[in-house]
C-alpha cells in the first residue's frame, strides 16, 4: 500500500534557525512529489514538484530535495511568516493515475 | 494570477439533508478533483474528473456523493444525505493535464458542518 509519513509532526523553531522536515514515502512507482504550505482554516498552497532521485527546488528560503525513498524541505533562516502545516504528498504508478497520496504534515511554527 | 475558488465558505446543514459545493477551477484546466480533510487529520482523495466522467474514485465516495460539471466553468459535489462523519473541509483542486507529476492547485476549501 502507498504510503507517505512526515516527521516530525510539530517543529518550534526561534526567527534564523535553520532546519529540516522530513517526508518519507513507499510507493509503487512514484511519478510526482509535491509540498503544500497550509494555513489554517485554507487550502493547501503549492510549492515545489520534485520528479526523480537527486532534484533540487529552490523558492525563497525553502528548498526541497529528493532521493529514492524520502524528501527534504530545508527551511534556511525562517521567520514568523513561515509559520504553518507543511504537507507532502505522492502520485504514485500504482492504485491511481492522478489521485494525490498525503502525509499528515509537519506544523511549524516560527517564533521573533 | 489564476486561483481555484469554492462557494459557500462555511455549510452548515441537518443531518439527511442534501448540500451541494460548488467549485470554479482554473479556466484552461482539464482535470478536477476533490478531497477531503476532517479536523486534525490527513487531506483525502474523493474523485477525480475529465471529460465529463469520473476517472477515479476513492473507497469514500460511495452512492451518497456525486459530481457533475452543469456547465463550462463550474463543478460540484454533492452529497444526498449528510452524515455527522461527513463534517470536513472539502476542497477542490484543478490540474491542468492530470498526467503523473502533474501539479494540482486547490482551492480555499467548503467548511461543512453537519448537525
Known amino acids: 500500500e502507498d504510503q507517505v509519513t512526515q516527521s516530525p509532526e510539530a517543529l518550534r523553531l526561534q526567527e534564523g534557525e535553520s532546519s529540516s522536515l522530513n517526508c518519507s514515502y513507499t510507493v509503487s512507482g512514484l511519478r510526482g512529489l509535491f509540498w503544500y504550505r497550509q494555513d489554517p482554516g485554507k487550502g493547501p498552497e503549492f510549492l515545489f514538484t520534485?520528479?526523480?532521485a537527486g532534484e533540487e527546488k529552490e523558492k525563497e528560503r525553502l528548498k526541497a530535495t529528493l532521493t529514492k525513498k524520502e524528501s527534504f524541505l530545508h527551511i534556511t533562516a525562517p521567520k514568523p511568516e513561515d509559520s504553518a502545516t507543511y504537507l507532502c504528498?505522492?502520485?504514485?504508478?500504482?492504485?491511481?493515475?492522478?489521485?494525490?497520496?498525503f502525509g499528515a504534515g509537519t506544523r511549524l511554527a516560527v517564533h521573533p | 494570477e489564476p486561483e481555484v475558488t469554492q462557494t459557500p465558505s462555511h455549510q452548515v446543514t441537518q443531518m439527511g439533508q442534501e448540500v451541494i459545493l460548488r467549485c470554479v477551477p482554473i479556466s484552461n484546466h482539464l482535470y478536477f478533483y476533490w478531497y477531503r480533510q476532517i479536523l486534525g487529520q490527513k487531506v483525502e482523495f474523493l474523485v477525480s474528473?475529465?471529460?465529463?466522467?469520473?476517472?477515479?474514485k476513492s473507497e469514500i465516495f460511495d452512492d451518497q456523493f456525486s459530481v457533475e460539471r452543469p456547465d463550462g466553468s463550474n463543478f460540484t459535489l454533492k452529497i444526498r444525505s449528510t452524515k455527522l462523519e461527513d463534517s470536513a473541509m472539502y476542497f477542490c483542486a484543478s490540474s491542468e493535464e492530470g498526467q503523473g507529476g502533474d501539479t494540482q492547485y486547490f482551492g480555499p476549501g467548503t467548511r461543512l458542518t453537519v448537525l
Open positions: 474528473f475529465y471529460n465529463n466522467e469520473i476517472s477515479e
Open positions: 520534485l520528479y526523480s
Open positions: 504528498a505522492v502520485q504514485a504508478g500504482s492504485g491511481g493515475y492522478n489521485k494525490l497520496i
